[in-house]
């Protein structure tokens, strides 16, 4: 993690109240929530109070719920909302009301606030931050695991190798990021034995003209180029001439196969 990274983490994880407020405005959530049409009650844990307090608890060091609360009740005495009185204290900071109303978070409201938070911070990417005046992304997939229930194991199965009852429902994720801001533009999800390459066929609409897009040997294929015609499968292990024009609209599809984490990585343009 870098130094500025872990900086912001630091800052967000001290702070009384709920920072997130700053980065993704009320007005921005309320639009979102009015073109989606969701409708929901006016109580203590509204959507937005909730998403606030989600993603500060994300972040904290203290990832308890308990500690999210506290941090609302800071939110509202700062901002000199009435807070329920010290009698109704108990029932106020008990994290059952909370973690409901966290459950009732909808998930097209949480990927479109995504799109626009990815959306804005490439707004102010200028040509100066591009490599070569193409804007570099960065694809992965990865898997992640959830809480054992009926629903998720439907969708999302445990590995074949465990008993039943003796695992957790694993999902196989796809992220493409872009190098200059760091924040995922495109992500998709699936089950858990399904191939990177199918992974990225579903975010080729999130790619531009010009892309270069870079990924480990998992997307080396050269049906990639066949399924999508104005991609590039271009693997190199030092130089990469991105010169010469192959189509109208061309994306360029770099594949690192021999490239480490933490490792340097030179891209050089040839004339």
């Not at 941090?71 to 700062?78: C, G, P, R, S, T």
């Not at 329920?84 to 009301?97: E, F, I, M, Q, V």
């Not at 190199?236 to 010169?243: C, D, F, G, T």
Request: glycine letters at 4%.
């Amino acid at each position: 993690m870098t130094l500025r990274v872990q900086i912001l983490k630091d800052k967000f994880s001290q702070s009384l109240g709920l920072p997130f407020k700053e980065l993704l405005p009320e007005s921005v959530i309320r639009l979102a929530i009015s073109e989606l049409k969701i409708k929901y009650k006016k109580r203590l844990f509204d959507p937005i109070i909730t998403l606030w307090a989600f993603l500060s608890q994300v972040l904290d060091n203290d990832k308890t719920c308990h500690n999210a609360v506290s941090k609302i009740i800071a939110h509202l005495a700062e901002s000199e909302v009435e807070v329920p009185s010290l009698r109704d204290a108990p029932r106020t900071t008990d994290t059952s009301a909370y973690c409901q109303a966290r459950a009732r978070l909808p998930e097209k409201l949480l990927e479109k606030l995504f799109n626009y938070s990815a959306q804005k911070l490439e707004e102010k990417v200028t040509q100066e931050h591009l490599w070569c005046g193409r804007n570099v992304l960065v694809i992965d997939g990865s898997t992640v695991s959830m809480p054992d229930t009926i629903e998720n194991q439907k969708e999302y199965p445990q590995p074949s190798t465990q008993r039943s009852g003796c695992g957790f429902p694993i999902a196989k994720i796809g992220v493409i990021f872009s190098l200059v801001t760091g924040a995922a533009v495109a992500l998709c999800i699936d089950v858990l034995n399904t191939h990177d390459i199918k992974l990225a066929r579903k975010m080729y609409s999130f790619l531009k003209p010009n892309d270069v897009l870079l990924g480990d040997r998992a997307f080396c294929a050269y049906a990639i180029s066949l399924l999508s015609k104005s991609l590039v499968v271009m693997p190199y292990s030092v130089n990469i001439n991105l010169a010469q024009p192959l189509c109208e609209k061309v994306k360029l599809f770099a594949i690192a196969t021999n490239w480490l984490p933490g490792t340097n990585l030179k891209l050089v343009q040839k004339d």
